[in-house]
């Protein structure tokens, strides 16, 4: 069982708010806003982004590394995490 399901609730209200901020800068686009509001726009989609990958990183390490029931689960969890952030930071 995943670890985010006690908070998926949350995350997905999260998720459908930046949702609906990348449909601003689609109807922006369309409707040939200037490129400064578009810019603080995408600024603002990167922030919820970054907040949003932020919880889900500290949820695993400290459901899956911290809390891990025994080394070997322990190990296993700050591998993906290390596998994760290496994917993340390209």
Known sequence: ????????????????RIKGQVEGVERALEADVDCTEVLRQIASIRGAMNGLTNEVFEEHLRSHVVDAADTAAREKGAEEMIQILRSYLK
Request: charged share 30%; aromatic share 0%.
């Open 1 to 16: 069982m995943s670890h985010l399901n006690r908070d998926n609730s949350r995350l997905i209200a999260r998720l459908r």
